[in-house]
């Protein structure tokens, strides 16, 4: 789950190019049959899809997990504690009452925070092949997200 550093063999951007140059056609859209045009599309399809997957730790966490046949099913908790679901119950309510920019993007920062050190420990879970534990920190991303989303939402009507 480490980040891919920019630039030079084995970047991000090279990886993509890499997938994106397998998938697409070498010659004009126009050329190749009906059938290598279809397999095109898909391909690029593929790879895009691919790329948004492994683009999120969250998204990539839940696909690697997906790959033990782990499941993080909506609406369970997955193994977190009451008190951490006191704590999003309050971090919602505040996030509701909260009107001001500055008051919204505190919130957002303070949930930001949170997302980045459970990327770490989701990281040394999967290190340590803890999939429990990857799973119950990944779970608690998806919280931290959907609040991430509302604070989105708020600011950007």
Same mark, same amino acid.
């Given at each position: ?36 045009? +279809? ?41 977190? +504690? ?66 991430? +989303? ?8």
């Amino acid at each position: 789950m480490a980040a891919v550093s920019s630039g030079g063999p084995g970047s991000e951007a090279s990886i993509t190019y890499i997938l994106s140059y397998c998938a697409e056609p070498q010659e004009s859209p126009r050329s190749g049959t009906m059938r290598e045009r +279809d397999i095109s599309e898909k391909q690029s399809s593929l790879v895009n899809k691919a790329y948004n997957t492994l683009l999120s730790p969250l998204t990539r966490g839940i696909y690697l997990l997906s790959l033990h046949g782990i499941v993080i099913t909506e609406g369970t908790e997955g193994g977190v +504690d009451t008190p951490f679901l006191f704590e999003i119950l309050e971090i919602n309510e505040r996030l509701n009452d909260l009107h001001t920019e500055a008051e919204i993007e505190e919130i957002g920062t303070f949930v930001q925070d949170k997302c980045q050190s459970l990327t770490e420990d989701v990281k040394k879970a999967f290190e340590k092949d803890d999939l429990d534990g990857a799973k119950m920190f990944l779970t608690k991303m998806k919280y931290y997200s959907n609040i991430l +989303d509302q604070v989105k939402k708020k600011i950007l009507p």
